[in-house]
């Protein structure tokens, strides 16, 4: 995912209307696969995330490519650090931004040992992985 596939999140409300100025006509439709990605993406509790892979077995619908292009082109207008890589790798290009969100939410963090490049942590897939049997506040 490049940097301008996620719109910055103040800025971000087109996207989830139904279009990317980018990759759309004004006023097109979101694709409904898109949309069911998105709304899945907006259940997610604070710092609770799910994996691409989590989000199409939840849709019983596509795979975590699918589910990573979903993101990829729309994500921006809503919490898109909440849909994960599987090995809880920050999502590159984005790992300052979504580190921000984790520590604000408080999403489980795996510290980075020095070793590790770039020291950044990788989340705490077996903490903070959402199955989606408890609903987030606000929803059904």
Same mark, same amino acid.
């Given at each position: 995912?490049? &940097?301008?596939?996620?719109?910055?999140?103040?800025?971000?409300?087109?996207? +989830?209307?139904?279009?990317?100025?980018?990759?759309?006509?004004?006023?097109?439709?979101?694709?409904?696969?898109?949309?069911?990605?998105?709304?899945?993406?907006?259940?997610?509790?604070?710092?609770?995330?799910?994996?691409?892979?989590?989000?199409?077995?939840?849709?019983?619908?596509?795979?975590? +490519?699918?589910?990573?292009?979903?993101?990829?082109?729309?994500?921006?207008?809503?919490?898109?650090?909440?849909?994960?890589?599987?090995?809880?790798?920050?999502?590159?290009?984005?790992?300052?931004?979504?580190?921000?969100?984790?520590?604000?939410?408080?999403?489980?963090?795996?510290?980075?040992?020095?070793?590790?490049?770039?020291?950044?942590?990788?989340?705490?897939?077996?903490?903070?992985?959402?199955?989606?049997? &408890?609903?987030? &506040?606000?929803?059904?």
């Amino acid at each position: 995912m490049s &940097e301008e596939s996620l719109p910055e999140d103040a800025g971000a409300q087109g996207a +989830r209307a139904g279009y990317d100025s980018t990759r759309e006509e004004p006023g097109e439709a979101l694709p409904a696969y898109a949309e069911r990605v998105l709304d899945v993406a907006e259940l997610i509790p604070a710092g609770r995330v799910m994996t691409y892979g989590d989000v199409a077995e939840w849709l019983e619908e596509g795979g975590p +490519r699918q589910v990573g292009r979903v993101m990829a082109l729309y994500g921006g207008a809503v919490p898109w650090w909440r849909v994960v890589r599987a090995d809880g790798v920050l999502l590159p290009g984005h790992e300052q931004r979504a580190l921000g969100h984790y520590r604000a939410e408080g999403t489980p963090l795996k510290e980075a040992s020095r070793a590790t490049e770039g020291h950044l942590p990788r989340l705490d897939m077996r903490r903070a992985r959402w199955d989606g049997g &408890e609903r987030a &506040e606000g929803h059904t």
